[in-house]
């Protein structure tokens, strides 16, 4: 199980700093739209 705790938290950080990009992108399109 160990073995999973490695992986597991870059996967996450990777999606949660994606996500954060799309929501600012789209905020920056609305805002200049």
Do not use: K, N
Request: aromatic share 6%; proline share 6%.
């Amino acid at each position: 199980m160990d073995d999973h705790e490695g992986p597991w938290p870059r996967f996450t950080t990777s999606i949660a700093l994606r996500r954060g990009v799309s929501l600012r992108s789209a905020q920056v399109v609305e805002s200049t739209s």
